[in-house]
């Protein structure tokens, strides 16, 4: 993957803005796992690197072992993982030694804000050490129950109750952080309902208006099954970027 170049001052010397913020975003999932929240959150942590900030991302490992890898200007960390059974592309962190390894993480990076992703394992590990060291915790929630139900085989009787009770769960996560964030304002609003109190602030993925752009007035869509390279639709971290950092 490709890697930025640093920010140089007129000096020579690497330099970063005055606003630079280190941040600690938490994700269950990111590349290569292939999903929506895995894309946006590497988004966001190349969007805000880019900026200048030091960003740092804790997730699962892609192949087993932990190890600290670099892309896009960010430092990844990864912990050691095994595959979800149900779902074998994606893994998952092993929970045994990781509320040790988070603090030990927190204590060392010292971030000014940790952003989780979730409410799983390695978000949930996050926001709990975040909390103990006193730094502010920003979620931004993409979790439906619904998206998880194929991948987990959970029999279609069994959906409103399964449901209901990941629902709780989440909006007991949500209680505990400073700041929540959500992609729509629908999204926002279905957190009400499901009983979270506080503020959910909508911040949109956003629109690459490179890669996508609206049918001209008048022209024909395009058949069904057809592609049209104008009318791509891709998330972009430049929405949500300054709005994630400065939520704390």
């Not at 938490?26 to 960003?55: C, E, K, M, Q």
């Not at 439906?144 to 209901?164: C, K, S």
């Not at 309902?193 to 909508?202: D, L, M, P, S, T």
């Not at 022209?219 to 390279?229: E, K, L």
């Amino acid at each position: 993957m490709p890697t930025r170049d640093p920010v140089v001052s007129a000096g020579g010397a690497t330099a970063k803005p005055d606003s630079a913020n280190r941040i600690l975003i938490a994700a269950d999932t990111f590349p290569p796992d292939v999903n929506g929240a895995s894309y946006f959150t590497r988004r966001l942590a190349a969007g805000l690197a880019a900026r200048g900030h030091d960003i740092h991302v804790v997730c699962p490992s892609s192949e087993g072992p932990p190890g600290i890898e670099h892309d896009a200007g960010v430092t990844v960390h990864r912990l050691r993982s095994v595959p979800v059974s149900e779902h074998p592309p994606m893994r998952a962190a092993l929970p045994m030694g990781i509320t040790g390894h988070g603090a030990r993480l927190v204590s060392r990076l010292a971030p000014q804000v940790v952003h989780a992703q979730s409410h799983f394992t390695v978000s949930r590990c996050a926001i709990r050490c975040g909390r103990m060291a006193g730094i502010p915790v920003v979620l931004t929630n993409h979790f439906m129950p619904e998206n998880l139900f194929a991948h987990a085989r959970v029999p279609v009787r069994l959906h409103g109750f399964v449901g209901a009770l990941a629902w709780r769960d989440m909006i007991r996560v949500a209680r505990g952080v400073d700041y929540v964030t959500t992609p729509t304002e629908r999204a926002a609003s279905l957190l009400a309902q499901k009983g979270f109190r506080g503020h959910v602030e909508a911040v949109s993925c956003g629109i690459d208006l490179e890669r996508f752009r609206p049918r001209p007035e008048g022209a024909r869509p395009h058949a069904a099954g057809s592609t049209c390279p104008s009318a791509r639709p891709r998330c972009s971290s430049a929405a949500s970027t300054t709005r994630s950092a400065s939520a704390s």
